[in-house]
């Protein structure tokens, strides 16, 4: 008798706990974890707004573990938005500007919040029509004729930078985002002139923007990467 109201008392407390498991609720996630359910970060960059060659940028960010990310970017821009092109009668007209930036993020404590390191590839390409004027025959001394002219030309800019930086929450559930960096690196260029027409040119009757957006390096040059973002997580 004693043996069967002990296998019954044991029988009524594994089904009330069982209930009392299943009728309770489960507590809120620490901020560290729930953080971690955050897998997309869309961001805005507004600093390539007032870069010498300007675009319109925007990027992906996904995490693809705890400490780890990738993140894509695309801008565009056009030679009416650039606020460094104050003449009348451009040197370059029809500019337009396509850049693109891929990076892996690791984290230290874990994403997308936090502070964390990165290797960016860069790639950007600026077309535009080049106009001048160009001398003819002068080799053996004055120019014997003038030619004007409207040629396109391209410039294509490489670059890969190691950078720091340090993502961190603009409202309490943390989904808007600010994302501040800097780094550097190394800069390749490229240049293409080969519809320009041959000969000595002359330039004095155009303006061109206050940075030159066709200047190139004979080498590589040191590359410097910084700027702030802000961005939505979910």
């Not at 490229?190 to 000595?200: F, T």
Request: charged fraction near 20%.
């Amino acid at each position: 008798m004693r043996n069967c109201i002990i296998d019954l008392l044991v029988f009524l407390a594994i089904g009330v706990t069982s209930a009392l498991a299943q009728s309770e609720k489960p507590l809120p996630l620490h901020p560290f974890y729930a953080e971690q359910s955050q897998r997309w970060v869309v961001k805005f960059a507004p600093t390539s707004l007032i870069d010498p060659s300007n675009t319109i940028q925007f990027g992906v960010e996904r995490l693809v573990g705890q400490h780890q990310s990738i993140q894509a970017e695309f801008g565009y821009g056009w030679q009416g938005m650039n606020l460094w092109d104050v003449s009348q009668r451009s040197r370059y007209t029809d500019m337009k500007i396509w850049r693109g930036r891929a990076e892996w993020r690791y984290y230290w404590r874990g994403g997308p919040v936090g502070s964390y390191i990165a290797l960016e590839g860069l790639f950007k390409q600026t077309n535009a029509f080049e106009n001048g004027t160009v001398g003819k025959g002068c080799d053996t001394g004055p120019c014997q004729y003038y030619q004007m002219y409207s040629a396109p030309i391209s410039k294509r800019v490489w670059a890969g930078h190691l950078k720091f930086g340090r993502q961190f929450p603009l409202s309490r559930n943390n989904r808007f985002l600010g994302d501040f960096y800097g780094g550097l690196g190394i800069r390749w260029y490229d240049l293409d002139r080969s519809h320009v027409p041959d000969g000595l040119s002359f330039y004095d009757s155009y303006r061109t923007i206050l940075l030159d957006p066709f200047s190139t390096p004979i080498r590589p040059t040191l590359s410097i990467s910084y700027g702030i973002k802000f961005g939505y997580s979910f």
